[in-house]
Each structure stands twice: as C-alpha cells, then as structure tokens.
C-alpha cells in the first residue's frame, strides 16, 4: 500500500502535536515544587507514550517510503 499525501500529511500533523504536547510537558517540569517532581508518575508514563506515538508515526512514514 502506498502512502499518499494526503495520509503523509496526517501524520506529520499528528507528529507535530504530539511533539507539541512533548514540549510543553517538558517546559512545565521545571516549573513544578519540588514535592510535585517526585510524583508524577502518571506524568511520565503519558510523556513515554507521546514519544512512542511519534516513533510510531515516524517508523511507518519511513516504511512507507521505503515501499513507495
């Protein structure tokens, strides 16, 4: 299956939100008291997934031109 542009232009889109979303989680760390730094686990695990969501999206762009 061929990856048109339409569907490229999808995925770059969902990249730079979720790339969004990465920075600015990691803009408010240092912004957060220092009791708050220890807890956020829940935190990290959504900040793992927004970095494996754009892995994700990256891998099957990069598969997809590598077919097309």
Do not use: T
């Not at 829940?42 to 997934?49: G, H, T, V």
């Amino acid at each position: 299956m061929e990856l048109d542009l339409d569907e490229s232009s999808l995925a770059i889109g969902r990249i730079e939100r979720a790339l969004s979303r990465i920075e600015k989680a990691l803009a408010a760390q240092p912004n957060r008291p220092p009791s708050a730094i220890a807890a956020p686990a829940a935190d990290q695990s959504a900040l793992k997934a927004e970095v494996a969501a754009v892995i994700g999206e990256l891998d099957r762009l990069i598969a997809e031109a590598d077919r097309g």
